[in-house]
């Protein structure tokens, strides 16, 4: 089973588009996929339940009841954990034994980053992190890599203290889909093929962060 954990300090960054993506494409491929939502606000658990009448259901289980492990059934192949905004690095820290990988999604714009970097710094001196038991990436999130502005932070986030290990460029599209109950990765368009190309360097780190 492969596990991943998406986290930041920052709320409004997309970690819960970013659960709800990752859970929708191993859902499509037929994965046998579980949400974990620790959010008090259950947007990825409201997500699932729009999602519900689709052949690549994923399965929700509510992450702010203490038993919520419990609760994850046998056979299950990808588990994504969303956190609340305002995690805090000891709040990752105590998830870490459950998972795989771990990734942090960051907008491009100031505030986020100066707010990231040192969220990013404490991640990286955990000691799961450190010792490479857990493998951990940063997502820059939001692009728009035709602007100055994208491309002076995305150069920025490739100096925090983790890896950036995909990089998500913006659209309405993302915003649609969710509504939905459904991600990019449900749709054949030609409008979203290239978006959905995105997410392949994302995806491969994962593979091999299971593997």
Sequence with gaps: MLKVLIAS????CGKT?????LAAHYAVEGRNTVLVDCDRLASSRHWCERRAGLASA???IDGTRRNWRERIPDGTDRLIIDTPAGTSAEDVD?????VDALLIPVLPSPFDLEACRPFVEEIAGLNRIKRGKVAAGVVANRLRPWTHASQL???????????VVGQLRDTQGYVVATG???SLFDYHAESVRSHQDDWKPLLKWLRKSGS
Aim: hydrophobic share 40%; glycine share 12%.
């Design 9 to 12: 300090c920052k709320g409004g």
């Design 153 to 163: 932070a995305l150069e920025e986030m490739q100096r925090f203290a983790l890896p």
């Design 17 to 21: 588009t970013l659960a709800t993506h």
């Design 94 to 98: 105590g998830l870490l034994d459950e």
């Design 58 to 60: 994923v399965l929700p």
């Design 180 to 182: 939905l109950g459904k």
